[in-house]
């Protein structure tokens, strides 16, 4: 079983940036496929960002540019450094690994 816990979310300015983490448990972190996701109200839960084992990473066209995945196996963490962020970027952002997932950090972005 892994457990996972965001934290880093909260309200930013349009064009601001947050650093949103995903801490792990369990001792096979460094093999894991990690991802981001978030829903806005009203929508589906949406893939935003993975990193594999191996650091390779994959963007939604939407945050492409903006967002960047990144993942620290030694403290079992994973990063989404998110820049120049739009009001439609607000949403709750899950960490995702295998089946499990975390309770989510609300990300709100407003003037």
């Known amino acids: 079983q892994v457990q996972l816990v965001e934290s880093g979310g909260g309200l930013a300015q349009p064009g601001g940036s947050l650093r949103l983490s995903c801490a792990a448990s369990?001792?096979?972190?460094?093999?894991?496929?990690m991802s981001w996701y978030r829903q806005a109200p009203g929508k589906q839960r949406d893939l935003v960002a993975t990193?594999?084992?191996?650091?390779?990473?994959n963007y939604a066209d939407s945050v492409k540019g903006r967002f960047t995945i990144s993942r620290d196996n030694a403290k079992r963490t994973v990063y989404l450094q998110m820049n120049s962020l739009k009001p439609e970027d607000t949403a709750v952002y899950y960490c995702?690994?295998?089946?499990?997932w975390g309770r989510g950090t609300q990300v709100t972005v407003s003037s």
């Open positions: 990193i594999t084992s191996a650091g390779i990473t």
């Open positions: 369990g001792s096979i972190f460094s093999i894991l496929t």
């Open positions: 995702k690994a295998i089946g499990f």
